[in-house]
């Protein structure tokens, strides 16, 4: 049955890298089903809601493999950009949309769930349900070289000296923020910066680094990729046990013995329903959004731009939401991100 | 190497069919720019997916020459029905729209189409001729500096605000106030939010322009009979007038081209900064600051040349370190990023011929900017005769429409509004409009850039003043504040 929907070739489907086996599995599968029985769905737009503003990484990714997503489903796929509260906005939009399959939307935990976090928005995050995931983004550590930081472990033990103070990243209050501080009270790392100042973005955090404004930071591989092959950046190391394919030499903090923050370090990029949506619509949306990332043309972009695609299913997704909002309460102090302006 | 890349990049701007996407792109850029609200960032978005097929050369040239021709295309709006179509060409309302109501707008359209090409031409030449040296000066910023560069701006208010400085400095800190609704910077700290996520990130400053410039002259219009053009005006002025006028003014361009290009480069300002700074600086200079805002010509040029600067100076962080000062550039670079082409020192050593290739595109977008703008544009001063009972409604709906599509906020729809009432009595009762967006545009960039610089130092403000810039930046600051009170004693004593 899988013979003329399994359209891609062998060589094709190796470019993909499985986060979730299990579900790969399970649509192979489903693969010829959507032309033969249920023929129904989707017979009208559907509306992709991202809660960020133009031209942004969620976006960027978004305009290349959407349309594909709308060719496998044989309808167009609107894109809505609501940008706004740290992406909470979106987010909620998508959250109080009809559960018929024809909104979807696209967010990246941990970093909307953070967001959620800090200052809790009227809706459950946790109930949305998740489609798939296209991409994943680890977080790095980067530092200036005048310093001449030999390695990640090195860095922890100029902080505990006291020789450096100020660790830096994104808006107190985010992401990157609350990684700093899990890592100041995890004993495992024992990060004792004594200052943190946050920028408007990674691009911004790496400029301040280079300029020695800050010594470190906190950077997303593809934010630090352009700085660090000019060598104006030193990378430390990369935050996600799974690495970096950017930086495939860094070593992960997990290589180094470090405890495993996966649930923080870093950005699973992942499609969600609103609560409520039919499992088989979520199937259906499943098996387009793994087709289009294996056509050719979103491929070939991922080759040449280097925004790597890795597809997940529906509950790595899920897990991503679910694991950020169990781990993080236990792990870090939200109230003390709370209060980070009187610090 | 940098001569090869250069002859290279002219081979490829010059290879049909790359010339005609510079005039589609400045076409497109100039509808978008003067529609508010539409603006040359949502234009763009539009438009990005779209240049997929083109390749990374043209799609660039094409998003570059959209951001350019909507730099200009923001001043047509602006002089016509004083509707800035972009908050880069918010200050050319304040006489654009003045010369129209007298009859004028045939020499303030050539006019602001020409200091356009020149202050966009002046900025990209020389962002060509420093490229060597760009990533090390933009390193020369940082957060103190930035922070000193917004309080720059803000003291400009002593300079604009005609009239009681007293209600110059209420209607500045009105504006200041304004921004501080929402997440505060640096902290995940909820100001004046009530529980709305669609006040999370406060006032739009573009819905706070078009409301404070469009909605409010609607309102004071409303009273009028007849066409925006005052009684029985007829046109005057010809195209070529208006672009002698400019051309006989070089040092304004040059220092308000230059003024856009040096705000340009400092993240979050861009135009919506550099153009009031620019006719300030003009009006600080003139003989003659009386006549500012009664449709004195150098006042369009001022502001026009500076927001066409403002594109080379934009482009510098953007290329350099991969940061969008604005929405237009965060749009240029999801464009380079999609067409694989990675911002930073890459784009100066290998792919030198491709940055050159769209610097020089955007140089000839400029020439096309003073065709299109002198040879067709200036044909839409007849709006100006058409019957406000005709106008006024468009503009309000264009306003309101303008204001959801910034962010499908409904926040900002009732932003447009409300300041439009605002702005209405404000005009009324001689507060200082100027002053007040200044404070809008200036107040986040500067408590975002003073918490970081604090945390940085620690809570010292020694750090505004260690450095030779940031000192330079102080004493700049003092001399404005100071100068208008030590000028006079200091010419009396000489006399």
Known sequence: MGDNNDRSSATRRDYIKYTGAASAAAMTGLAGCSGGGDGEYPDGDITYIIPFSEGGGTDTYARQFISHMGDELGTNIAIENVPGAASLRGTGQLYNADPDGYTIGGFNPPSTPVSAMVNPPEYDMTKLEGIGTYARTPFVVVANPSYEIEGFEDMIDRYADGELEIFSGKERGGVDHVLALLMKGNDSYDLQWDRYVGYDGTGPAVQATISDEVPVSIATDTGAAGAAEDDRIDVLACLSSQGSEVFPDIPSTTDLGYDNIDFLGQLVRGVFAPEGTSEDHIEVLTEALEAALQTDEVQSWSEETGNVVEYGGPESASNAVADAFEQIPEQVDLEAVRDAASQ | ?495
């Open chain 2, 1 to 495: 190497m940098a001569f090869a890349a250069f002859s290279e990049a002219l081979s490829l701007v010059f290879s049909w069919p790359t010339p005609l996407w510079v005039v589609i792109g400045l076409t497109l850029g100039m509808i978008a720019g003067a529609l508010p609200g539409i603006g040359s960032s949502l234009g763009m978005a539009i438009i990005l997916p779209l240049t997929l097929p083109l390749g990374p050369i043209n799609a660039i040239i094409l998003l570059v020459s959209m951001y350019s021709g909507a730099m200009y295309g923001g001043s047509i709006s602006a002089i016509l029905v004083n509707v800035p179509g972009t908050g880069g060409a918010a200050a050319t309302t304040f006489d654009g729209y003045p010369m129209a109501k007298q009859g004028r707008a045939i020499d303030a359209l050539s006019m602001s189409a020409t200091a356009s090409a020149v202050g966009g031409f002046l900025s990209v030449i020389t962002l060509l001729l420093i490229s060597p040296i760009l990533i090390e000066a933009v390193l020369l910023f940082g957060s103190p500096e930035y922070f000193l560069m917004a309080i720059l701006g803000l003291s400009m208010i002593t300079i604009v605000a005609d009239g009681s400085m007293v209600k110059g400095l209420v209607a500045g800190a009105a504006g200041l106030l304004i921004t501080t609704i929402g997440i505060a910077p640096n902290s995940p700290e909820l100001r004046y939010t009530y529980g709305s996520l669609g006040l999370y990130d406060g006032i739009d400053f573009i819905a706070a322009l078009i409301g404070m410039f469009a909605i409010a002259e609607m309102l004071k219009l409303a009273g009028q009979e007849g066409g925006i053009a005052d009684g029985d005006i007829d046109l005057t002025g010809s195209t070529l007038s208006g672009v002698k006028e400019t051309l006989s003014h070089p040092g304004t361009i040059i220092k308000s081209g230059y003024i856009g290009m040096f705000i340009g480069a400092i993240p979050g300002a861009g135009a919506t900064v550099s153009n009031f700074l620019a006719y300030g600086e003009s009006m600080r200079s003139s003989d003659d600051p009386g006549s500012f805002g009664n449709g004195n010509p150098l006042g369009v040029i001022s502001s026009e040349a500076s927001n066409n600067g403002t594109i080379g100076g934009s482009l510098i962080p953007t290329i350099s370190f991969g940061i969008p000062g604005s929405g237009s550039t965060a749009v240029l670079l999801g464009g380079l990023l999609m067409h694989g082409l990675r911002p930073g020192p890459q784009l100066f050593e290998t792919d030198l011929h491709i940055t050159y290739a769209f610097l020089i595109a955007l140089l000839i977008g400029n020439i096309f900017i003073i065709l299109i703008g002198v040879l067709v544009v200036t044909r839409l001063a007849k709006l100006t005769l058409i019957d406000t009972h005709i106008i006024i409604p468009m503009i309000l709906v264009l306003s309101m429409v303008g204001g959801y599509t910034l962010r499908s906020n409904w926040v900002d729809v009732i932003t447009v509004l409300l300041l439009g009432f605002f702005g209405y009595i404000m005009v009324r009762k001689d507060y200082s409009i100027i002053a007040f967006v200044l404070g809008v545009v200036l107040g986040p960039i500067a408590e975002e850039n003073l918490m970081r610089s604090l945390q940085i130092s620690g809570g010292s403000y020694d750090i505004f003043v260690t450095k030779p810039l940031s000192l330079l930046i102080t004493a700049a600051i003092i001399l404005i504040l100071v100068g208008p009170y030590v000028k006079p004693a200091l010419e009396k004593r000489l006399a």
